[in-house]
């Protein structure tokens, strides 16, 4: 099966800054990553995402990039701003047989942006 | 149009007792999943159903839990003889279909307590 490592757990920064936040997965069969956010409350929101034949992937404030080779991936938020405090899970798919599959997902970082 | 809606939000409950959880996915989705959100970890998968197919199991941690899906539209999840570390919350997500690269929107969940 996939495994998911994310990291950090909690990541503050002022408003404006960059945040960065890593994946990587053990399955090199692994194919589509999507990011999703959850704010308090509510369930996860898919933000942005990115296929195994793609190397980066830009959607205004947000990119994420993929190391096929490194088996890593990570979600780039710059201009920070305080509604972009929640928890961020990046997740893996890794294709099974039968043609379906589910997500793998990592253990999610806290991002808290300061005004 | 409306998302996938869960209920009950919250459910407190007595050690031994059982619960149910309902998941009202998206309508037309033909995917639905069911996943476990401890306190600072990530999501855990539980169970996949897939239209008429018989549902993809490998989640459930022990069997305890179970679910249904009934008229491929409304599903419930079961735990019997309910344990303090089942406290959790219980993610619902439905999509389009399982294959591929296709978004999962999640519900907002229902937090369980077993006190």
């Known amino acids: 099966g996939e495994n998911v490592e994310q990291h950090p757990s909690t990541l503050s920064v002022q408003e404006g800054d960059s945040a960065v936040i890593k994946c990587t997965y053990s399955d090199s069969a692994s194919n589509y990553f999507p990011w999703y956010k959850q704010e308090l409350g509510k369930g996860p929101q898919l933000i942005i995402d990115?296929?195994?034949?793609?190397g980066e992937k830009k959607d205004q404030r947000i990119a994420v990039t993929l190391n096929k080779t490194a088996k890593h991936f990570s979600l780039h938020i710059t201009e920070t701003q305080p509604e972009d405090s929640a928890v961020y899970f990046c997740a893996a798919r890794l294709p099974l047989n039968s043609g379906y599959s589910t997500l793998t997902f990592g253990k999610g970082t806290m991002l808290l942006v300061s005004p | 149009g409306a998302g996938v809606s869960q209920s009950p939000s919250n459910k407190v409950t007595e050690k031994g007792k059982d619960v149910e959880l309902r998941c009202d996915p998206i309508?037309?989705?033909?995917?639905l999943y069911w996943y476990r959100q401890s306190l600072g970890q990530g999501l855990e998968f539980l169970i996949y159903f897939q239209g008429n197919s018989a549902p993809d199991k490998s989640g459930l941690p022990s069997d305890r839990f179970s679910a249904e899906r009934t008229g491929g539209s409304v599903s419930t999840l079961t735990i019997q003889r309910t344990q303090q570390e089942d406290s959790a919350v219980y993610l619902c997500a439905s999509s389009l279909s399982g294959l591929r690269e296709v978004e999962q929107f999640f519900g907002p969940g229902t937090r369980l307590t077993v006190l």
């Open positions: 309508s037309g989705h033909t995917a």
């Open positions: 990115i296929r195994s034949n793609v």
